[in-house]
């Protein structure tokens, strides 16, 4: 699976845009980007994720650079409860692809 | 909407000790995981399941450790002899398939070891 980066923490006011990046500069054809958060010690919980399109649901968008070597997750308008640790996955779609967490981004929403 | 459920959510044992944690995955999930996570460190992978079978394990599997799906609905982690080290967040996750579905977590077993 393809190593991701993302910035150990960041800060954001609560009702602006919340952007966290993600470089997956060796991203393979068939490793989709997925995101996921987890607050305190809960179960990590599944955000979004794609393969080369721009994906957006109810929770996040997410956008992927046209040479998929990074991405942003984007939380349109933060809220205190979306403070949490946030997790950029790159994993193939052959098998059973475990999933490979790294350390993520610590977001706090600062009201 | 469906949930990874895990029972219990805290299991208090002696070391050298046989545990069970418990997970129910989503109903027509089909695919079955384990991770754990250690006070302060990564969730890390530990075995995946599909069809009564181990797909894959992490070093961190060692013959300590083992899977089943006694029936239709649970999924179940057993511990034979737990060490101090095993004490941990342990998470059950499960997909319906692979390639591009994503893996849906359960809340978690705290594990703690005496």
């Known amino acids: 699976d393809a190593k991701t980066t993302q910035p150990t923490s960041m800060d954001c006011a609560e009702g602006r845009a919340a952007n966290l990046p993600c470089n997956h500069s060796?991203?393979?054809?068939?490793?989709?980007v997925y995101w996921y958060r987890q607050i305190h010690s809960q179960g990590p919980q599944y955000i979004i994720h794609g393969l080369k399109n721009n994906e957006t649901n109810e929770m996040a968008s997410l956008i992927i650079t046209e040479d998929r070597k990074s991405s942003t997750l984007i939380l349109p308008h933060a809220t205190l409860r979306d403070t949490a640790v946030y997790y950029c996955?790159?994993?193939?779609?052959?098998?059973?692809?475990?999933?490979?967490f790294g350390t993520g981004t610590r977001l706090t929403i600062i009201p | 909407e469906p949930e990874v459920t895990q029972t219990p959510s805290h299991q208090v044992t002696q070391m050298g000790q046989e545990v069970i944690l418990r997970c129910v995955p989503i109903?027509?999930?089909?695919?079955f995981y384990w991770y754990r996570q250690i006070l302060g460190q990564k969730v890390e992978f530990l075995v995946s399941f599909y069809n009564n079978e181990i797909s894959e394990k992490s070093e961190i599997f060692d013959d300590q450790f083992s899977v089943e799906r006694p029936d239709g609905s649970n999924f179940t982690l057993k511990i034979r002899s737990t060490k101090l080290e095993d004490s941990a967040m342990y998470f059950c996750?499960?997909?319906?398939?692979?390639?591009?579905?994503?893996?849906?977590f359960g809340d978690g077993t705290r594990l703690s070891i005496l």
């Open positions: 996750a499960s997909t319906f398939m692979t390639g591009g579905q994503p893996q849906h």
């Open positions: 996955i790159a994993a193939s779609n052959f098998g059973n692809e475990k999933l490979t």
């Open positions: 109903s027509n999930h089909l695919y």
């Open positions: 060796t991203i393979s054809g068939n490793e989709y």
